[in-house]
């Protein structure tokens, strides 16, 4: 499986940037998608998760600003991120599992490259 990430950039605090991912090759073997940060210093955070099945989970940072969606294509997942803070600058990369529990402990089986996110006060 392939997952390549399109939509990072930079943008003024408040402003707002939609993030794709779209995966390719054997998508057959995955059942949740989702998006992790990581800032120089940092540790790799979790941002937001979504199963086949339409759940969805946030990490408390991100609540009422960040949602998390599939696109027309069941391949493609994104992530619409509103009032958006200088503290949400990372590179942001886009994962894959068959297993929400994987993906969500920092250990899914698919990674992309990541697209970097800068947000200027």
């Known amino acids: 499986v392939q997952l390549v990430e399109s939509g990072g950039g930079l943008v003024q605090a408040g402003g707002s940037l939609r993030l794709s991912c779209t995966a390719s090759?054997?998508?057959?073997?995955?059942?949740?998608m989702g998006w992790y940060r990581r800032t120089p210093g940092k540790q790799l955070e979790l941002v937001a998760t979504?199963?086949?099945?339409?759940?969805?989970n946030y990490a408390d940072s991100v609540k009422g600003r960040f949602t998390i969606y599939r696109g027309n294509a069941k391949n493609t997942v994104l992530l619409q991120m509103n009032s958006l803070k200088p503290e949400d600058t990372a590179v942001y990369s886009c994962?894959?599992?068959?297993?929400?529990?994987?993906?969500?402990?920092?250990?899914?089986?698919?990674w992309g490259q990541g697209t970097q996110v800068t947000v200027s006060s």
């Open positions: 994962a894959a599992d068959a297993l929400v529990e994987r993906l969500r402990n920092g250990r899914p089986d698919y």
């Open positions: 090759g054997s998508i057959y073997s995955i059942n949740s």
């Open positions: 979504i199963t086949s099945a339409g759940r969805t």
